[in-house]
């Protein structure tokens, strides 16, 4: 009886035994003990992922180039592409033009000689007949750059006027009243000369009331020099 029992604890245990091998693992294993494949769910046997690295041209960050500045009052020379005229140009006209020298700021250039600029007829005024003398007004508006880009400038306003025409009035007037005066005399002596001057006079005064004051033209390739009015930041 005894022997029975024993026998049938044991088959019990043995019973128990193989039906615990069959139940799954439940071990928690720490996530810094698995390989990075199984972290990142690669299959089995898979050989492990190495750890990313930026390239090294992403870690250097390119330093921008530090801005050069221009300051107000640096001369601009320029010669002009179009021409421009107190008698056909008009306010508001636009015209270009190119530098004849390089503009260097802390012994570097920062514009090149034959950059090319964009201007601006201010005011245009030709001349009058009577009176007026015709006057031209400039400026440079636009740095035009070789990536087809403008950049914004302001100068100073460059204002030409004509030379006055007194002299060449005077000597028209006079070379009138010479010529009547020789006319009246041969017409009638002393006092056909008084009566000569002062008709030859009368037309010279006429000769100059007809002709219009000494225009400003200012053809291609003339020079200018304009100044900043403000700086410039390139």
């Not at 008009?90 to 015209?95: E, I, K, R, W």
């Not at 750059?145 to 007194?166: D, M």
């Not at 017409?187 to 225009?215: D, Q, R």
Request: aromatic share 2%; charged share 20%.
């Amino acid at each position: 009886m005894k022997r029975s029992l024993q026998l049938v604890v044991i088959a019990a245990l043995l019973t128990g035994i193989a039906a615990c091998s069959k139940e799954p693992s439940t071990i928690n294993v720490d996530a810094k003990t698995q390989p990075a494949n199984a972290l990142a769910g690669a299959p089995a046997g898979a050989p492990a992922a190495l750890p990313a690295t930026a390239p090294a041209d992403a870690v250097d960050k390119v330093t921008p180039a530090p801005r050069v500045t221009i300051p107000a009052g640096t001369k601009l020379p320029v010669a002009l592409i179009d021409s421009v005229s107190s008698d056909k140009s008009n306010t508001g006209d636009s015209f270009t033009a190119s530098l004849t020298a390089p503009i260097v700021v802390n012994g570097k250039t920062v514009l090149a000689k034959g950059t090319k600029v964009r201007g601006r007829v201010v005011q245009a005024q030709e001349s009058g007949r009577v009176k007026g003398r015709a006057s031209l007004a400039l400026k440079l508006t636009e740095i035009l750059r070789a990536n087809g880009k403008s950049l914004n400038i302001s100068t100073k306003q460059y204002t030409a006027v004509a030379e006055p025409t007194k002299k060449r009035d005077a000597a028209i007037i006079g070379g009138g009243a010479g010529v009547g005066a020789a006319i009246g005399a041969i017409a009638g002596g002393g006092k056909g000369a008084a009566i000569g001057a002062a008709v030859g006079g009368g037309s010279g005064t006429g000769a100059v009331l007809a002709t219009k004051g000494k225009e400003i033209r200012f053809a291609p390739e003339h020079v200018l020099l304009f100044t900043l009015a403000g700086p410039i930041e390139m």
